[in-house]
């Protein structure tokens, strides 16, 4: 049996309309597939290997949708300027800044920010 690192993450949300607006901007420079999947749930897809980047979903209990307190997505990117210009959308959409632009440790680069509904993210690249 063998096991991936890669996956994919779905984060909560209270306001999918809202979302989906964010993520459509937040991700275009990623030119990625969007897939709605039911009426809970849309995924954003990778049109080079159909992989999810990123899920939103309205809770399936109908519950509030929260953040979890030390969680956060992720996203890998090509080059520090990809870094910026993922974290200069999702500010002008109306993220949160939680960390502008820069090296962090070692060879690694990344961006932090908090979307509409409070859910952590992170925007890096390693060493270019």
Known sequence: MGAS???YSTIG???KEAAEIFYDGVLEQLDPIKFP???RITMWMSKEDKSVILAISIPYDVEQATYGNGTMKAIALN???EVHQMYDKAIELGATDDG???MRAGTFYGAYVYDLDGNKLCFFNFGS
């Open 5 to 7: 690192m890669q996956g």
């Open 13 to 15: 949300t209270n306001n």
């Open 37 to 39: 999947a039911n009426d």
């Open 79 to 81: 080059s520090h300027e």
């Open 100 to 102: 502008a632009p820069g």
